[in-house]
Each structure stands twice: as C-alpha cells, then as structure tokens.
C-alpha cells in the first residue's frame, strides 16, 4: 500500500470525514436562521471547525491548526456568552496567552523543539477555558438574559472543551493535538458537544419567537375585546363615568396589573382629580405623614386629594403629554417613596395620557405591587394603544353628544314654532283712519320675533313687537307669557304703554330663566286726537316717516330688556301723526340682513324704499320692502328672524 | 366657541374665543356655574376673540351676571368690540353689565371693590 494512503488511514480519514460530514449537516441546518446573531456566531463556529479539519488533512504535522481551532472555538463562544449579557468582552490575556500558544505551533515544524514544547498549546487553552467555565458559572437569571439556555447547556460545554485540552496535555508524548487518539477520536468527540449547545439556543429562539406570537396575539385579542365592550358600553349608556370605569378596568386586566387608576384634569383648577379606581393603587407620590397609613385611610386620601399639574409623576405626564414607563421603581428618583415603603409599595408604573385633540384631559396609569412583576415595555406599548383608543372613543363620544343635543334642539324647534304659528294674529284688524301690514319670517322654523295688533278700545290701537332672546319652547313659552300678559291687561282703564311695559316685566322677571329676556316695543294710536305714544324696552327705536316734511325721525325711551330685574320702569314719549305718516316697528333680522359680502341691509336702505315708495298703501309698501331687501341679500342665509310692522295714516 | 380658563392671583379670567350663539352659549353658562360650585370668587370674562353675539349670547351673560351678582361675587367683562359692543348698547345693557376695557383694567377694577 503506497505510504500516501497509509497515512491518511492513519491520519483518522474516517473519524475526520464523519465529523465534517456532521458538521456540513450542522452548517445547512443554521443556515435558513442565520439572521439571529447567536445562530450566526455558531455557523462561524462550524466554519473554524471545518477549515481546521482542512488544514490538518493537508498539512497533517502542523499542531497550529488545533490550538488555532481551540482559540476560535472558544472567542466564538465567548460572543455567545457576550450576547445576552454585555459586559463580556474577550479579555486581553486571551490574546497575549494565544500568541504564546501560537508562536511555538508556527515555529515547532522549523525548529527541532523536545516534544514538551507541543504542551503550550493545550495548556493555554485548557487555562483559557477554565477561566472561561468561571464566568459562565457566574451566570444567573439576575444578570443575564437568557440565562436559562446558558444554564442548560453551560455543564457539557465546560466538560467537552476542558476534557479534550486535558486529554491533549496527558498525550503530548505521543504527539498531543497531533496524537491518533486525540485526532481520531478526542477531537470528533468534543466537537459533538457544539451541535448539543446549538441544540439548546435553536429550541430557546424558536420559544422566544412563539412567546412573543403569544404575546401579540393576546394583546391584540384583549385590544380587540376592549374595543368592542366600549363600542357597547357607549351606544347603551351615553356616560362617562361608565367608559372610564371600563377602561382602568381593561388594562388591569389585559396587563395582569395589580391597580389602575384614571386621572381628569380639572380645567380651572389646574389639578388632576381621581376618576376611577381599580385594584390595588397607592398613590404614587409622597404621603403626608398625618395620613395613618392604613389601607382604607390611604384609599380615602388618594380619592379625595387632588394632584397639582406641576406636581408628582402624574401631573408630569398630563404636563409633557409624555407616557412614562417605570420598571423598576427602586431606579427612579421620582418614586422612591413608593419603592421604600410598604402601605404604598409600587415595584413598576406605567403612566399613559388621554388626549381629547392636542389636550391633555386625562391620565391613565397601572401599577404592579409585585417586586417579582415588573412591567416590560411590550406592557407600555399596550397599555399607549389602550390610551390611544379610549382617546378615540371619548372624542367621538363627545361630538356624538354633542350632537344629540343638536337633535334635540331642532326637535324642540320644531315643536316651538308649531306653538308658535298660533300666536300671531292670524288676520290684521280692520280699521278706518289707518291701513296696517305685518311681515314675520323665521330664519330657521321658528321665530323668536313676535308681533302684535289690537283693538284695545274704540277708536286706540295697540301695536307691540318682541324679540326672545334663544329659540325652542323655552323661548315660545316666554312669548305665549308676554303676549298673555299683554293681552290681559291692554284694555284696563288708565292703562297706558309703560305701564304695560311694567306690569309685562314684573310678570316676567323672576318666573323665567335669565337668559329668556325679551326687547319689547309697545305704541298705542288714538284715531280720534291722533296721538301716538311708545314705550321701548331696549328694542330699535321707533321709525317715523313724516309725509309733509318727507323725513325720518326716531322715538326711543331707556330701559333695559323685559325679565331682567323686577323692579324695572319704563317711560314712554308720544308725538302726534298726521295723515300719510307711515311708522314702521321692526325687528334686528331687517336692518342686519346680509348678502354675501356680509354688508348689512341697515337702516338707510329701509328708509330710502320708504322715501321712494310713500304713496304706495302698508301692504303694497310692504311687498316693496320685502322684494328690495331679496335684491340685496341675494342668495345668502339669513340668521336672525325677520318682522316689521307698518302702519299709514290714511289721509 | 371655545372657552380657556387662566388664572391671575384670586381671579379667574374665561377667554372665550369664537362666536356666541344659540347653540353655544350654554357652554359659557355651564363653566361659570361649575366654577361658582367650587367656589370662585372672582370672575373675568374676555371677549376679545368674539366678533359675534347673538340673542342667546346676550342671555347667557345676563344669567352669569345676575347670578354672580345675587351671590355677591365679583364678575368683569371686557374687551367687547365690534358688532357685540352694539348689540349691548342697543339692548341698553352697557350700564347692566359691569364692563372694563382690557383684562389689565379688569383686574385692577376687581381687585378694588
């Protein structure tokens, strides 16, 4: 048999071609998972293994490649180790104990060195790895990540790797690395021991990666659950309270907190108030020490006492519209009372806040009390997509409120001016000696104007126009009370305007809710002395058109508006008419019609158609006015009702 | 409308921003009735960012005013201009209403009963 192949026989082909056999099976299998840097770490780990068993194939006397192998093995792991806890780093004395080894490897093929020389190698390494057995051993779940994995397989690494240097030193009389035993049997042996280790870390990846599926998957479920109970809660039971309840509630349970609670900012005060409470929740800030720190007592404190905004971990969140995640309490300044003592014990705090918009309306924060349960920040990214959504939910809860009301309040409208179309005189009295016209449009289905003509004696007429501040049946009722009054008490004896004016506010004042106040114009007209007298409660002045001089004069009286105070006078002015004098009562809606370009019809405009058109009888005139102030309002909506009354002395 | 509350010493000043309405104004009411539970005394109300009241608007003032007044607090409205200046002369309640120019001379009005 040529010596070639006899020496390969010898040099452990087969035990060599086994192991790198399993080795390419090893290197194929990481492959697909080589973006996870430990599995990459050991695919470099097969890759020093594979070239070395390369190397002594060709150069089979060399016994650099083994110690060489010996040193990349053990770096590589010592970057495994380096992953999960950072503060390994490969020491310096690993380098300089390397070269030591290295340098006689290289230079033994060219010098003739006595065969203990051939210790240095496994020496070094089974030092270096005794070193490094000492610090996987100091390895516990307190200072390393992945502890567990480590822990697992830390025992046979140690055993393998220590076992062979050891077995290398006994055999360095017959050859050490280079010995048959070693190679054929030792090294294949040991290197076993990293596909065991790989083993370990692929079963911990693929755990971590279905923990965090499970994780995902029940923060979505809990979210989505979450979403659907307040979509319930809110379209059965409009209130705020309720959804508050239920929110601190969720995300107790979805977090599996030990307390939570949900903070309002009160808007004048400038403080946040406790809304809701659920679990356990100490207060998370200094305790007076008057408050006996029993639990009920403490509960009673954290309920009734406000936060400041510029004070404590809560009103720093509602201030930097910043969520504040706190793992561990005992790191943070700002809760070291908490971590301290034990009534109000807090090991971890998530604090997220409500935004209504760009506002701050609210707090939302969970505590664990369990220094075993801390808080990660998969729990904050739930518990601010908690936030997010109640957030959410409340605006549109708002506007849906908001817009109820609205409904109600057109309904209401609706209602108001179906009373209300029964107030105004349905026709206008006829009378000789003068000719009258009304006009009422309501901007929006009713009408806050009111107006009125009576026949209050022979020969006196009595006209009023009113305006009710506010719209709907409130504001109906208000009209229906004034016209009743009105009505009631215009034909007296010795009745005159003001007083009318007086008793209607006297009536009025007092039985309405403030806000109902009313402007009020009353004038009588006497057909047989022709005498004119008006009375005004802070409505538009009276507007007379005097027919021989073809002029505008005005009559006004002081006094402020109707239900205001009771004690209110009112005066009165009267001037006398004279045939085709035309007095026109009206209300804001005609002189403040708008066009487009937001002009108003005002005054002159009024009492210039007046002017020109003077001769025409009240109704015609009337149409006139109506048909000029169209043309000048155009297309645009008008806001404000619109009445006038007109009446000609028929001369 | 939207209402912000700041406060200067003792006095609450409500900036109301917007126009006020039939539809809003109740708002208005709401918070001084809300402030007056929890027991505040002193009372601006700036209407420099209002170019618009209406009937109702007017309402509510005359209720916050009149309540406040009932109660022997103290209330100051200022910086009415415009189109809501007229309203309230027209309705003859300049002299109704206790009225200051800017909140500067609302706080120094309020401050000195």
């Known amino acids: ?651 | 409308m939207d209402l912000k509350i700041r406060k200067h010493g003792e006095t609450y000043i409500i900036d109301v921003n917007g126009e006020m309405d039939l539809y809003n104004s109740y708002k208005l009411k709401e918070l001084v009735m809300k402030m007056l539970e929890k027991k505040v005394e002193r009372f601006i109300i700036n209407m420099e960012n209002v170019d618009y009241i209406d009937s109702s608007g007017i309402g509510a003032l005359i209720y916050i005013c009149s309540t406040i007044k009932k109660m022997n607090l103290r209330l100051m409205i200022c910086n009415i201009h415009g189109s809501v200046k007229k309203v309230i002369e027209l309705t003859k309640l300049m002299g109704y209403f206790p009225i200051a120019g800017t909140v500067e001379d609302a706080i120094q009005k309020i401050a000195t009963p």
């Not at chain 1, 200072?143 to 690494?157: G, H, K, Y």
């Open chain 1, 1 to 651: 048999m040529p010596d070639f192949i006899l020496s390969i026989i010898n040099n452990s082909f087969w035990a060599k071609g086994l192991s790198a056999l399993v080795l390419l099976v090893y290197l194929r299998k990481i492959g697909s998972q080589a973006e996870i840097p430990v599995l990459s770490d050991f695919r470099r780990l097969a890759l020093v293994l594979l070239a070395t068993d390369l190397a002594l194939f060709f150069l089979p006397f060399v016994w650099v490649f083994p110690a060489l192998q010996g040193l990349g093995v053990l770096y590589l792991h010592y970057r495994i180790l380096g992953a999960s806890s950072p503060p390994t780093k490969v020491p310096v004395f690993f380098w300089i104990a390397g070269l030591c080894a290295l340098v006689p490897g290289i230079l033994s093929p060219i010098l003739a060195w006595p065969v203990w020389v051939g210790a240095a190698g496994p020496a070094v390494l089974l030092l270096l790895w005794i070193q490094f057995a000492i610090r996987l051993y100091s390895v516990s779940e307190f200072n390393t990540e992945r502890s567990s994995v480590i822990m697992a397989s830390r025992r046979s690494l140690v055993q393998a790797m220590i076992g062979l240097q050891v077995v290398a030193l006994v055999l360095v009389p017959w050859g050490g690395y280079l010995s048959p035993f070693v190679q054929m049997l030792a090294f294949p042996l040991a290197n076993l021991v990293h596909s065991w280790t790989l083993s370990f870390w692929e079963r911990f990846v693929e755990d971590e990666k279905n923990r965090q599926l499970v994780t995902m998957e029940k923060n979505l479920g809990s979210l989505f659950e979450f979403m659907i109970t307040i979509g319930n809660a809110i379209s059965e039971k409009l209130e705020m309270d309720k959804v508050l309840d239920f929110v601190v509630r969720s995300a107790v349970k979805a977090i599996n907190a030990d307390g939570g609670a949900v903070f309002l900012v009160d808007e004048f005060e400038d403080v946040l108030k406790v809304k809701a409470v659920e679990g356990d929740f100490p207060p998370p800030y200094q305790v007076p020490a008057k408050v006996k720190l029993r639990i009920k007592d403490l509960a009673n404190y954290f309920q009734s006492t406000p936060i400041p905004l510029d004070k404590t971990i809560v009103g720093e969140c509602a201030m930097t519209h910043q969520g504040i995640y706190i793992r561990d309490t005992r790191d943070d300044p700002r809760m070291a009372q908490n971590a301290q003592l034990d009534q109000i014990y807090i090991a971890s705090i998530i604090l997220v806040p409500l935004m209504q918009g760009k506002k701050v309306f609210g707090v939302l924060a969970v505590v664990s009390r369990r220094g075993n349960f801390l808080f990660t920040a998969d729990h904050f990214s739930q518990i601010r997509t908690f936030a997010d959504y109640t957030s959410l939910t409340i605006n549109s809860l708002f506007t849906y409120l908001q817009l109820l009301e609205k409904q109600e309040m057109e309904k209401e409208v609706g209602i108001a001016a179906e009373i209300q179309g029964q107030l105004l005189p349905s026709s206008l009295p006829r009378v000789s000696s003068i000719s009258l016209a009304a006009f009422s449009l309501p901007a929006k289905g009713v009408s806050g104007d009111y107006y009125d003509i009576i026949n209050i004696r022979k020969g006196q007429i009595l006209l009023a126009v009113c305006d009710v501040a506010g719209k709907g049946i409130p504001a109906s009722l208000v009209m229906v009370m004034i016209r009743t009054i009105i009505h009631l008490v215009a034909h007296q004896p010795g009745m005159s305007v003001s007083r009318i004016l007086d008793i209607v506010n006297w009536g009025i004042a007092g039985k309405v809710s403030l806000d109902r106040f009313a402007t009020v114009a009353l004038l009588t007209y006497d057909f047989v002395n022709h005498r004119l007298e008006y009375s005004n409660a802070a409505h538009h002045p009276l507007l007379i058109f005097r027919a021989a001089s073809k002029t505008f004069e005005t009559l006004d009286t002081e006094g402020i508006p109707i239900g205001l105070e009771k004690k209110t006078k009112y005066s009165q002015l009267h001037t006398v008419l004279h045939p085709a004098d035309i007095v026109v009562l009206y209300t804001d809606g005609i002189i403040e019609a708008m066009n487009d370009q937001g002009t108003q019809y005002s005054l002159e405009s009024l009492q210039q158609v007046i002017l020109v058109h003077c001769e025409l009888p009240p109704e015609k005139l009337k149409r006139t006015i109506i048909e000029n102030m169209n043309s000048f309002v155009g297309k645009a909506k008008q806001h404000d009702d619109q009445t006038f009354v007109l009446m000609k002395i028929d001369g």
